[in-house]
């Protein structure tokens, strides 16, 4: 094969090479860096799997030094290390590993499927123009087919993350899965069980940052496989739903997913929401995968508070219980704490914009308690919103309704986007403020009377620092009242 142009990533090859060299190792580029290469994918921070005869991570704990590099040991057993380098604004993740094996063939054989066994050897890779690729097991004839095939049937009991790696690396690179591989997928899914949930948070995440996650979780559902991260969905199947819904709770969720794709797809062209889904949250993962888990998990709390009156079926409450049931998933998932309170707080607002709607007139007051109380998941929250609408096509949703949702939603979140470009007002009275004025003790009132000269300001109700000093004296009438209202009431007056 001809060898590519590697620009950026060439000096920090070249650097490996050479120590290589020196002290007489043979390395091989081997898996996905090569595998992207040849369909020319580009990672804004690569990885690169490199296999070695022996002793890899003595190797690589002295290469580490010489790089000036994070280095970690991954595997001490299967000789498996890790450096990490920044350069030039990319960070390189470097793995190197001893052959699972007498040789090199018999290392690519030991991996999960064929379009990441392509290997070939460093030098050759960076100094020949016409470079051998090692191809002992056809990966590119399955990349050029573009299919996801596993090596062995026995390589999903040597790790059964692989079931769900299959999912996640046909929705990153729009391949389809060979029926023999998902057929053994499904067969094996149980022994899913027996990893780690921050492995499989991993390739959750990768799929859900595919614009193919509502198909892959239809095939990880049809496999069953759904479950068993999410047993939450058992009793969300089949579980009927009122006359403004069409499907049950499980396929109306599957659909949320479905139209929040495709609504994420044609707001992209937008730089601002764009921009706002890419904003990574923690550890590599960004609002965009946050926002679709909160699509699957809108309705999870449905089950627990399922009531029927009047003959009326009724979830009362579900978005309370289910964010208290997602503060669960998501520690189990080892998620942090700002994806757990962004989460939260998606699952408990979801249907807040649904009630702005349907009012006849949308306040100032209103859109400043929705945005106060959303903070900066405003935006996620809309979107699932009206994905959570666009399922819903029971005999009692109108076009009209339809159509008022639409143009809240859009309409909120340009004002969003408006109000973060805007410089806030100066707060026109501090804490200190009431404390001197009005001869008060430091208490919660304090914080709840900042808070409605605050809404008060942002409404245009209150402008300068005498009016809000004024709604202060007002507030406090108020508390003096209601609290001598409260005395008669208890001495029986």
């Known amino acids: 094969m001809k060898s590519p142009l590697i620009k950026q990533d060439r000096y920090i090859l070249r650097s490996i090479l050479k120590f290589s060299r020196n002290r007489n190792i043979q390395l091989y580029i081997v898996g996905g860096f090569l595998r992207d290469i040849i369909l020319g994918r580009e990672r804004a921070n690569p990885d690169i799997d ?44 470097l793995d190197f590993t001893d052959f699972r094996g007498r040789d090199l063939v018999q290392d690519l054989g030991k991996r999960d499927f064929t379009i990441n066994t392509l290997a070939v050897e460093l030098g050759a890779f960076l100094e020949s123009a016409d470079y051998r690729l090692i191809d002992p097991y056809e ?30 690396l046909s929705c990153a690179l729009n391949f389809k899965i060979e029926p023999r591989t ?61 006359p403004y819904h069409h499907l049950d709770v499980w396929q109306h969720t599957l659909e949320t997913l479905r139209q929040l794709e495709k609504i994420i797809k044609n707001l992209n062209r937008n730089p ?53 049931m997602l503060e669960e998933i998501s520690q189990r998932l080892k998620l942090s704490n700002s994806e757990i309170a962004a989460l939260k707080k998606m699952i ?33 929250i809309l979107l699932i919103s009206l994905a959570d609408q666009r399922a819903t096509k029971g005999s009692l949703t109108t076009p009209e309704s339809r159509r008022r949702h639409e143009r809240v939603v859009r309409r909120l979140i340009k004002e969003y986007f408006q109000k973060k470009k805007e410089i806030k007002p100066a707060r026109l009275i501090n804490g200190n403020d009431l404390i001197k004025r009005f001869k008060l003790e430091p208490s ?6 900042l808070s409605e000269v605050e809404e008060a300001q942002a409404i245009g109700k209150v402008r300068t620092k005498k009016e809000a000093l004024r709604l202060v004296a007002e507030i406090i009438k108020k508390e003096a009242r209601d609290g001598r209202n409260k005395n008669r009431k208890t001495s029986g007056g």
């Open 50 to 93: 490199f296999a070695v005869k022996k002793n890899a991570i003595g190797f690589a704990r002295r290469l580490a030094k010489r790089l000036k590099s994070g280095f970690v040991i991954l595997d001490r057993e299967n000789g498996c290390a890790r450096l990490v380098k920044r350069l030039k604004g990319k960070v390189y993740t």
């Open 272 to 324: 601002d929401i764009r921009g706002y889904l890419d904003r990574e949250i923690s550890s590599g993962r960004h609002r965009r995968e946050l926002v679709k888990l909160g699509g699957l998990m809108h309705d999870i709390g449905k089950p627990g508070t399922l009531r029927i009156e009047e003959g009326k079926i009724k979830f009362h409450g579900h978005e309370r219980l289910g964010a208290d």
């Open 182 to 242: 998902l057929s053994l997928a499904r067969k094996k899914k149980s022994k899913l069980s027996g990893v780690s949930f921050e492995r499989i948070r991993d390739e959750l995440f990768k799929i859900l940052a595919s614009s193919r996650s509502y198909e892959s979780s239809v095939e990880l559902d049809r496999c069953k496989i759904m479950e068993i991260i999410f047993p939450e969905i058992k009793a969300m199947r089949k579980l009927a739903q009122g």
């Open 139 to 168: 990966g590119l004839k399955d990349l050029k087919s573009r299919i996801v095939r596993i090596i062995d049937p026995g390589a999903y009991d040597g790790d059964p993350l692989r079931i769900l790696r299959a999912f996640s």
């Open 348 to 380: 408990l607002l979801h249907l807040r914009p649904g009630y702005l709607a349907d009012n006849p007139v949308l306040t100032p007051r209103a859109k400043f308690r929705f945005f106060r109380d959303a903070g900066e998941e405003a935006v996620s």
């Open 444 to 449: 919660p009132l304090i914080g709840r009377m």
